[in-house]
């Protein structure tokens, strides 16, 4: 059917041909452009500000320190006790009553110096019995030298009687020999003579005999009663001995300590009175961690800060033996001791554990033990960034540490700043965000 002549106009109107426009390309891209910029932004910021875990947390709450290089140097604070390095004990060398006391515990004294007189009256008594009988051995000694003195000399003159009686009588026989020979004189008064000169002779050699035998006696007699005396002597000088032990010095410089003792008491014979403790030289006893056993040798070094000087020491001594998770060890000054340390003063040495290095070093503090949760890749630390307003989660390595510094091993730059308080209650945490004023970092911070 055909269509009417008005609606064939009408159609005709619509199927003419339409002249398109030019498209403007450079608009379209900025358009574009712009429009993945925004949703770009709008992802990133919707992952970070509402995907990734963040908390604000003012700046004075957080402790801030900047990784630098400097020495390091790994120690353990210890705490001991001063000791004496010459301990003497005071012992009662002798028995007796306390009858003068002349020191107190915690004096200081100096060697030989009168502590204690003691009373023993049988001791008194010993003596003078002992002296009696050397006094008597003494005079026996005098009178029996005095008899064999007299006796030597009684048979000393008998036998110059005897030797001139003899002299006399040889001489005469020898003169009337000749004349008896020739017939002059009578044979019979000869005889006699001859038999007068072999008597003086058998008496000569018996007077010999016994000043021989005297001489031998005397020096026996004298020996046994040499022997005699000085036995008596060495027994006086024994209870004297005994005597000065009544009197108890100090034998060495040093401090009384332990020393309990009063007036009037009766102490026995090897009992202690106390201790003298030397303070010419002082050593430092002190208890470590056994963490530490294998780390400490002796030799090893360690120094003391006492009234603004500081003192070296060395390790004299390791006592293996643990106790209540603890060793003991002995210090001793290599050079001087301070001058007004005492006895059982307790001290804070430092005990140095390896060399001193060069090494990039960061304050210590609770974070090293918090480490913000803890990864196979290290500890995890908030590394702040250089406008100080945001902290983020970064992974670091850690050496050994004293309680000022610890050693950074990776992770880290010289220049980084990190949080080095508490880090505890941010396990989950991502970011922090910081408020309040916190110094930007500096061109010095970033370069060693």
Do not use: C
């Not at 932004?41 to 400097?70: C, E, K, M, Q, R």
């Not at 030289?281 to 603004?308: K, N, P, S």
């Amino acid at each position: 059917m055909d269509r009417p002549a008005a609606m064939r106009s009408s159609y005709a109107i619509m199927d003419r041909a339409v002249a398109r426009r030019p498209v403007n390309r450079p608009l379209v891209i900025a358009i574009g452009t712009l429009a993945v910029s925004v949703l770009g932004f709008g992802g990133w910021a919707y992952a970070t500000w509402v995907l990734t875990p963040a908390i604000s947390v003012n700046a004075d709450h957080l402790t801030i320190a900047t990784v630098h290089l400097a020495d390091f140097q790994g120690y353990v604070p210890v705490t001991g006790t001063a000791q004496p390095t010459t301990i003497v004990d005071l012992d009662a060398a002798s028995a007796g009553e306390i009858r003068d006391l002349r020191v107190r515990d915690g004096d200081r004294v100096t060697a030989g110096q009168v502590l204690i007189m003691l009373r023993n009256p049988s001791l008194s008594l010993q003596i003078t019995s002992e002296q009696a009988e050397l006094a008597q051995g003494l005079a026996q000694l005098a009178a029996v030298q005095l008899d064999q003195a007299q006796s030597r000399l009684q048979h000393q003159r008998d036998l110059l009687d005897a030797s001139a009686q003899l002299a006399l009588d040889g001489a005469k026989y020898n003169r009337e020999q000749p004349l008896v020979i020739g017939g002059v004189l009578a044979r019979a008064p000869q005889s006699d003579l001859a038999v007068s000169v072999g008597h003086d002779q058998a008496v000569v050699n018996t007077l010999r005999q016994e000043v021989a035998a005297d001489r031998a006696s005397s020096k026996t007699q004298d020996g046994e009663m040499a022997q005699a005396i000085a036995t008596a002597q060495s027994g006086i000088a024994r209870a004297a001995d005994n005597l000065s032990d009544l009197i108890i010095t100090a034998p060495i410089s040093g401090q009384v300590t332990g020393f309990s003792a009063h007036r009037g008491e009766v102490i026995a014979e090897g009992q202690r009175l106390g201790e003298v403790d030397g303070q010419d030289r002082l050593r430092i006893a002190a208890d470590v961690d056994q963490f530490y056993l294998g780390q400490v040798t002796e030799g090893g070094a360690a120094t003391l800060d006492l009234d603004d000087r500081s003192y070296r020491l060395r390790v004299s001594r390791i006592d293996p033996e643990v106790s209540d998770r603890t060793f003991r060890i002995e210090l001793e000054f290599t050079g001087p001791a301070p001058p007004d340390l005492r006895a059982g003063q307790s001290v804070q040495p430092k005990l140095l554990i390896g060399d001193a290095h060069q090494s990039l070093v960061v304050s210590n503090g609770a974070f090293l033990n918090d480490g913000a949760g803890r990864s196979g890749s290290g500890t995890q630390v908030f590394v702040v960034a250089a406008d100080g307003r945001q902290a983020e989660r970064h992974s670091a390595e850690f050496g050994r540490n004293n309680p000022n510094t610890v050693e950074v091993l990776g992770g880290l730059a010289a220049g980084e700043r990190i949080i080095v308080s508490g880090t505890e209650n941010f396990q989950d945490i991502e970011r922090i965000n910081i408020r309040g004023a916190i110094a930007p970092q500096s061109d010095e911070e970033t370069t060693p």
